[in-house]
C-alpha cells in the first residue's frame, strides 16, 4: 500500500481511517513529494506521521519523490505502479471541489486516472 503524505488534516484523516487496511498489509510506503530541496520544516511531519504508525502496529518506510518533475497525481500513480502497490491512501480535496474541478488537481487527477483502489478521506 501506498500511503501519500503532504502533511495535511485530510491525509491524516486517510491513514487512521485505513488502519483495518494498513495494519495486515505486507508493505505501506509513506510516499513524500518534496521540492527541489528538502524541506526540513516539514521533516518533523512526516517523523510524526512514522511514529504514529508504529504506535498503530504500521511500518511504514519514507519514500520521497521531487514535486517539480511534473504533475504531482501522474507522479504519485506512476511511484504507486512503481513499487507494486494495490491500493493508494490519501487526503483528498485539500483545496476546494470547485477550484479542484476548474483548475485541475491532485484528487481530480487521482480519481480520473488510478488503476488500483484509492482510499481517500476529506
Known amino acids: 500500500i501506498v500511503a501519500a503524505w503532504d502533511g495535511s488534516a485530510e491525509a491524516a484523516r486517510a491513514f487512521n481511517d485505513a488502519l483495518?487496511?494498513?495494519k495486515p498489509a505486507q508493505r505501506v510506503v509513506l510516499l513524500v513529494g518534496i521540492a527541489?530541496?528538502?524541506d526540513?520544516?516539514?521533516e518533523p511531519a512526516i517523523e510524526d506521521m512514522v511514529a504514529h504508525l508504529k504506535r498503530h502496529e504500521v511500518m511504514a518506510e519514507v519514500v520521497r519523490f521531487k514535486t517539480s518533475e511534473g504533475d504531482i497525481g501522474k507522479l504519485l500513480l506512476t511511484k504507486a505502479a512503481a513499487l507494486g502497490a494495490d491500493m493508494i491512501v490519501m487526503g483528498a480535496f485539500h483545496h476546494s471541489r470547485w477550484r479542484e474541478f476548474i483548475l485541475g488537481g491532485v484528487t481530480l487527477t487521482m480519481l480520473e486516472a488510478a488503476a488500483i483502489p484509492l482510499?481517500?478521506?476529506h
Open 40 to 42: 526540513e520544516e516539514r
Open 119 to 121: 482510499f481517500m478521506a
Open 36 to 38: 527541489s530541496s528538502p
Open 20 to 22: 483495518i487496511f494498513l
